[in-house]
């Protein structure tokens, strides 16, 4: 069964400091990878996905095989930034639901 | 363009009784999901509709959920004799094309209180 795990329920880091947020999944097969953000009062919206090799708000994510890891780092915070994460997996076929891991809470401390 | 809508916004049931969540898709996509969002167990898939393919119910957790989707468009989430594990946030996403995992656009999801 494909599984995300995100360590930490909160992260909290002052402005400009470098932030990362963790992700590591559980799947046998080759799965595709996404960073959804949810910002105070809005809906769920994709941050970033690893095909895409993208830098989004200065977020970036590097889809690491060995260690089943897409961590999210970001080298100097903005207050902006706070917001819950969400780490997802997705299979290359079938229906392509999103596999979502608990969600981590960004806090940028003035 | 207009994004995801879903009504109601808010829903406060009492136990036992059914619910019905409207999920109006972004125009000309073919996919839509349902998903949950609960405090306990985070975001949950629930249900796909493809296009005129039989949907993948394989996230319902039981058989008082079902939904439907009506000309390929606006979906309706219904919950009978509703529990108080029912309460959640059901979102609605919808997506364009097959053939890949394209990006899924969420509605502001509907907030479910069974009482």
């Known amino acids: 069964a494909q599984r995300v795990t995100q360590p930490e329920k909160l992260l909290s880091v002052f402005k400009g400091a470098p932030v990362e947020l963790k992700c590591n999944y559980s799947y046998s097969g080759s799965p595709e990878l996404f960073w959804y953000v949810q910002y105070s009062r809005q809906r769920l919206q994709l941050l970033l996905r690893?095909?895409s090799r993208e830098s989004i708000k200065g977020f970036t994510a590097d889809l690491n095989k060995g260690e089943t890891s897409f961590h999210l780092k970001k080298p100097f915070a903005q207050e902006e930034d706070s917001a819950m994460y969400y780490c997802a997996l997705t299979q290359q076929a079938g229906s392509y639901q999103l596999t979502f891991g608990k969600g981590t809470k960004l806090s940028v401390i003035p | 363009g207009a994004g995801v809508s879903q009504s109601p916004s808010n829903k406060v049931t009492e136990k036992g009784k059914d619910v019905e969540l409207r999920c109006d898709p972004i125009?000309?996509?073919?996919?839509l999901y349902w998903y949950r969002q609960s405090l306990g167990q985070g975001l949950e898939f629930l249900i796909y509709?493809?296009?005129?393919?039989?949907?993948?119910k394989s996230g319902l957790p039981s058989d008082r959920f079902s939904a439907e989707r009506t000309g390929g468009s606006v979906s309706t989430l219904t919950i009978q004799r509703t529990q108080q594990e029912d309460s959640a946030v059901y979102l609605c996403?919808?997506?364009?094309?097959?053939?890949?995992?394209?990006?899924?656009?969420f509605g502001p999801g509907t907030r479910l209180t069974v009482t």
């Open positions: 996403a919808s997506s364009s094309g097959t053939g890949g995992p394209y990006e899924q656009y």
């Open positions: 125009s000309g996509h073919t996919a």
């Open positions: 509709f493809q296009g005129n393919s039989a949907p993948d």
């Open positions: 690893h095909i």
